[in-house]
């Protein structure tokens, strides 16, 4: 039987040709990171709700939110990942310019998610130089601006990419918590988010509920 010789390309040409596929490799890995550095700082950069810390406590602290206007859906969802992906595009619509003046309206930080048992809400936080008659009006209907009413609420923060699980693990530390203190509460935990999907890290999740003014006196 004749012997078939299966012809390699030289060691110096399979050499160089691995460099440019890991040198390829690191420069990509590399853009990632820079990007996901730049996400982090672009997202400093937008305007946060905001708030006066009134005391800190080992797992949680204490906040009073001044009334804010918030554009917000109302769903029957129950569960983070439905509220995010069914109310999500439905408010960046609106503020992309899905209302009646066309007008781009400022991303601002964080976005509310209110998952409750029959009715779940998600917002966002208009900016602060806007009042209510200010806003144009949502094209979309299921877009509904209102203005919050000034609160203390109990907060408790935490890292990585939140689901349902993480959500409800935060909120059964914060309620045990808030009973170790004697605070009581009102309301749904509701759940903050800081960041977009796509940044991988230094990432701001925070759950949060209403505290009783009895809690002050």
Known sequence: MEKISVKQAPLTERTQTMKIFLITLLTLSGLGVLFQIYTAMATGKTETQAY???????LFE????????LAKITSTTKSYRDLGYSGFGKLAKYIFGGNSGSQQIAMTSPVHMDIGDSLSTMAFVMPSKYSVADLPKPDNAEVVIETTDAEYVAVIRFGGFADTESINEQKVILENALKEKGLTYYGNFRFLGYNPPFQLFGRR??????LNAENFN
């Open 52 to 58: 006066k810390v009134i005391r800190v406590e080992t």
């Open 62 to 69: 204490i906040r009073y939110y001044p009334a804010a206007i």
């Open 205 to 210: 999740n925070e759950v949060i509920v209403a």
